[in-house]
């Protein structure tokens, strides 16, 4: 089977000094690296919201960071302003070996809704894309690793495993922000769904 690996969110801003930086999201950079030769195809997903994102506790006036808002889509987590289109905190990491990527995927960018998974919008139905890309190729097993476990890897695994593919979480090559117990959530969702942890 035709096996791709998928680096979820490896961005300045999600890395120590970013706007949502998460702890030891730097370490694992040079693992990430390493895997790459061992996959068909290598896909890097990439945060990059507008300026006054939806998302953003900074577009609701007297919320704070890591509040919640109910959207027409669900509750949303509010965070920091971060991963803003063309700036150095929605660059990728300085270590990441770009050249291996057979695509970039770009999330978040509509400013009305958020976007955690490669897959899917927040509302879990509009579509990113990835998933005919990876069809046209031919793309049945998936390898994911990056930032973060509880959010980014969650809902990208989830989405993945629902839509048919073979899915693998490196637990050792991810970090999480672990939010009022969200990566023990995570770890249950991604199990519930089929998800292979390595």
């Not at 919201?49 to 890591?66: I, R, T, V």
């Not at 808002?69 to 300085?94: I, K, R």
């Not at 990056?146 to 991810?174: I, Q």
Request: net charge negative.
């Amino acid at each position: 089977m035709t096996h791709a690996l998928i680096v979820i969110d490896m961005q300045n801003d999600f890395c120590p000094g970013g706007a949502l930086a998460v702890a030891g999201g730097d370490e694992i950079v040079a693992g990430i690296n390493a895997l790459m030769g061992d996959f068909d195809a290598v896909i890097l997903t990439q945060d990059w919201h507008p300026a006054e994102h939806s998302s953003f506790a900074s577009s609701h006036p007297g919320k704070a960071p890591f509040e919640t808002v109910e959207m027409a889509y669900g509750t949303q987590v509010l965070w920091p302003d971060h991963c803003v289109q063309g700036s150095n905190g929605a660059a990728f990491h300085a270590g990441l070996d770009t050249s291996r990527a057979d695509m970039i995927l770009r999330k978040g960018y509509n400013p009305a809704i958020d976007s955690y998974s490669a897959f899917f919008e927040n509302d879990h139905e509009t579509a990113t894309g990835p998933d005919g890309y990876l069809r046209t190729r031919g793309i049945g097993a998936l390898t994911m690793a990056g930032l973060a476990t509880d959010f980014c890897v969650n809902f990208s695994a989830v989405d993945a495993a629902r839509l048919g593919y073979a899915v693998t979480v490196r637990e050792a090559l991810c970090r999480a922000i672990d939010l009022d117990g969200s990566l023990a959530a995570a770890w249950r969702a991604m199990a519930d769904a089929g998800v292979t942890v390595a």
